[in-house]
């Protein structure tokens, strides 16, 4: 389909600037791409609005409402917004977007509930108030894993390496938390020790999951391998997970990334939206993802059409004060692989723009191949060429990923392309 007369608009806060430039690339992409980072914070500074200005083929834009009758899709590839999304499709916008789907991941004990409602086992859970009961509990139980949801900015998922850590972590939730901490509620999870680790990763959309998904192997916030599949060749226990969650994913319009991590007979994650890594391989992935938006937003169902057969990505993180702005170099012949979060552009320029909760994770390097080994070396060459004054991209973190996927293969799964 010509996409060259429509226009989409893409509302994000700055973690997925990426999908708005993907939407204006390829095959078939939009004409007119806009962006707008809804900030929602009181005394904004010149960071928020700074955020995707300076980039060729997408147009910065202060004011969406005013779009929102003349754009031909509204788009919110991260987990935020729901129910805006809701009143917009409720007046009839075409909308590409979690909805009220966002809550399976952001309210953890909602997505334990539901699951266990559809009939998911669920993992064995505590809850635990405030910071001083999860500190006794830690030191009681110091290989369990704590959770939060919704404020994703106080705190990643964690686990003590050492026992001995415990004290220096809870100092600094106190201090981010201050009187909150004393009756905020961590969901605290037993270990799941297995081998057996699985999930599915791709889409959902138009009430209907494509014929085509990912089989991968992730290193968190490092690396990511991903290999396209048929559906119907991915194992059973991930096709009983979407099975169950699949009346709910309908019910509420889902039309987005959408993956679960598994493992054993437990689904001990539920990601509605686009990951980082996997969403900006799928978006590497997808050779006719515009079109898939733009009619996933209709409900109206197409399948994806697969670019290449494999995908690999190395994260970049940064160092020094996160609060600084802080340069990239990316060579030009590699600037539509290399995905940034926060970015601005100024001329050849290209810098990170610091955010009032900053995190040391500043994008990702993506490639694409015909076999694993290609795409592999192929982001390894491009990590290569980006300057690393300022920044670190964890080429051996795509190591690891290699050995989890030999580790994948002796386990038996189905590592082959579709």
């Given at each position: 389909m010509d996409l060259s007369d429509k226009s989409i608009l893409v509302l994000d806060r700055g973690i997925f600037f990426s999908f708005a430039q993907r939407m204006a690339e390829g095959k078939n992409h939009f004409g007119t791409v806009y962006y707008h980072n809804p900030?929602?914070?009181?005394?904004?500074?010149?960071?928020?609005?700074?955020?995707?200005?300076?980039?060729?083929?997408?147009?910065?834009?202060?004011?969406?409402?005013?779009?929102?009758?003349q754009v031909d899709v509204i788009a919110f590839p991260y987990c935020e917004d729901p129910t805006k999304q809701g009143e917009l499709r409720a007046d009839g916008y075409p909308v590409w977007g979690s909805g009220v789907g966002c809550h399976m991941e952001t309210d953890r004990l909602f997505g334990k509930k539901l699951m266990a409602e559809v009939g998911l086992p669920v993992s064995e859970f505590k809850v635990v108030k405030g910071l001083d009961r999860l500190k006794g509990f830690m030191e009681e139980h110091p290989d369990w894993i704590v959770k939060i949801s919704h404020f994703r900015g106080l705190t990643e998922t964690w686990k003590l390496i050492k026992p001995w850590m415990l004290n220096t972590k809870i100092s600094e939730l106190a201090y981010k938390m201050g009187p909150r901490g004393k009756d905020f509620e961590f969901i605290v999870e037993k270990p799941i020790e297995t081998k057996a680790e699985c999930g599915y990763s791709?889409?959902?959309?138009?009430?209907?999951?494509?014929?085509?998904?990912?089989?991968?192997?992730?290193?968190?916030?490092?690396?990511?391998?991903?290999?396209?599949?048929?559906?119907?060749?991915?194992?059973?226990?991930?096709?009983?997970?979407?099975?169950?969650?699949?009346?709910?994913?309908?019910?509420?319009?889902?039309?987005?990334?959408?993956?679960?991590?598994?493992?054993?007979?437990?689904?001990?994650?539920?990601?509605c939206r686009f990951g980082s890594p996997s969403g900006e391989a799928q978006m590497a992935l997808w050779e006719n993802l515009p079109e898939v938006v733009y009619w996933g937003a209709r409900g109206k169902f197409i399948e994806p059409v697969p670019a290449a057969k494999y995908a690999a990505q190395i994260m970049i993180e940064t160092f020094g004060d996160l609060k600084d702005w802080k340069p990239v170099y990316v060579p030009k012949e590699i600037q539509p692989f290399v995905r940034l979060y926060f970015p601005f552009k100024d001329g050849d320029e290209i810098y990170i723009v610091p955010q009032w909760n900053p995190f040391s994770s500043i994008g990702t390097i993506v490639a694409t191949g015909e076999t694993w080994q290609e795409a592999n070396a192929l982001c390894r060459k491009r990590a290569k060429m980006l300057d690393a004054t300022f920044i670190h991209p964890w080429v051996d973190g795509l190591a690891q990923a290699e050995k989890e996927w030999a580790e994948m293969e002796k386990r038996g799964m189905d590592l082959k392309p579709y």
């Open positions: 900030a929602n914070i009181g005394n904004p500074s010149i960071n928020e609005d700074s955020v995707g200005r300076g980039f060729e083929n997408i147009v910065h834009v202060k004011q969406p409402d005013k779009l929102l009758k791709g889409l959902f959309y138009a009430g209907r999951f494509p014929s085509l998904a990912l089989m991968d192997a992730e290193i968190k916030d490092a690396a990511y391998m991903a290999v396209v599949q048929p559906y119907d060749r991915l194992p059973d226990r991930i096709h009983e997970v979407n099975d169950r969650l699949f009346p709910a994913l309908k019910t509420c319009k889902y039309a987005n990334s959408f993956a679960t991590e598994l493992r054993d007979e437990f689904c001990i994650d539920l990601t």
